[in-house]
């Protein structure tokens, strides 16, 4: 499977990891599931941390490393991934959504914000209005995605058309083992 976007890694060689760790020399160690997450204030994002917490024991008997990139500050970030049991995991702070824009990941469009099928799912998954009008955090236009990275190249992604949409990390995983 080929990434749906021209990347030159050697970029990714400035990318510093919360364990001031290189990204891609990391990725010629063990294979990453590099996942990109929209803003932390969104439902379907804390939907997507307790789906990979759940999911993280098969990911890493798959031999992943789970790496997270954020638009919050570190600290935040830590705190958030805490919540779900995944402050021991690396994770990226990218506030001006560099490494997004790196590996193609766009904006999100109004319908795909604010579409009917959208607005049913996040508010079957508990909204709260409350979070209206709190705390900033970051774009939340940017659309997220996954990632799979091994000796320096993209095997196997999953780039969101939905903001709701829910991948299977573990078949993903499958998928990457599968490109070897």
Known sequence: ???PVDIDLSDLEESRLSENLSLIKLSHQQPLMLIFLRHLGCVFCREALEDISKARH???QRGFRLVFVHMEDWEMGK???D???LSDC???ADPKCVLYEKFGLGKA???QLMGFQTLVKGFGKGVDLAQFGG?????AFQMPGIFCLQEGKIEAYFIHDKVWER???VNLADCCAIAK
């Open 1 to 3: 499977m080929k990434s």
């Open 135 to 139: 705390k900033a955090f970051g774009d």
């Open 109 to 111: 469009s109004f319908t």
């Open 79 to 81: 705190e958030y991934l």
């Open 58 to 60: 098969e990911l890493e």
């Open 167 to 169: 991948p299977d990390y």
């Open 83 to 85: 919540k779900y049991g």
């Open 90 to 92: 690396l994770h990226i």
